[in-house]
């Protein structure tokens, strides 16, 4: 037992875990090595007007890298246009080291329907990621409320690390 547990921190330590050691000293992930999707948990981000998704960002590879804790989301309508909605960071977080398989997670929510007194309501059909590395865009079809004479906002919690399971 002992022995596999030292087996297991030796490979997260090297980065062959899914969260690497030392982020820091980790190259910027590159867009040409991940991936960009989209998981609504099966409903899980719904009800009492919100809504959201887990945004997942994957390390295809070849090496590990790091990615900011948040990096910038724009929201575009169906003419590629920037829409007005506004990140709302949440928490704090430190820049995740991510290894190759592994994947690193946040959960956005939003208001979906019109509940304020004098609402607007934007239509997504694409999100970009911005960073340092590059630019990812996915398609992310849904509806984002806010107040008429405010921010239409998504809360962004920090990008954390999922481990990658190691193989038994």
Do not use: Y
């Not at 019109?114 to 996915?138: A, Q």
């Not at 992310?140 to 038994?168: E, F, K, S, W, Y």
């Amino acid at each position: 037992m002992t022995l596999r547990f030292s087996a297991f921190l030796c490979l997260a330590l090297l980065g062959l875990g899914g969260s690497v050691a030392r982020a820091n000293t980790l190259p910027v992930c590159q867009q040409d090595q991940l991936s960009l999707g989209f998981d609504t948990e099966n409903g899980a981000f719904n009800g009492m007007s919100h809504s959201g998704t887990l945004l997942v960002v994957r390390n295809l590879g070849p090496r590990p890298c790091q990615m900011p804790a948040f990096p910038q989301l724009m929201l575009l309508d169906t003419q590629g246009r920037k829409l007005p909605i506004v990140t709302q960071p949440q928490g704090k977080g430190e820049p995740p080291g991510i290894a190759v398989g592994a994947e690193a997670t946040a959960g956005l929510r939003w208001v979906s329907s019109p509940v304020f007194t004098n609402s607007k309501c934007l239509r997504t059909t694409h999100l970009e990621l911005i960073w340092s590395g590059g630019t990812l865009k996915k398609t992310l079809n849904v509806l984002i409320c806010g107040p008429d004479a405010g921010p239409t906002i998504i809360t962004q919690p920090p990008l954390v690390t999922d481990p990658v399971l190691p193989h038994r």
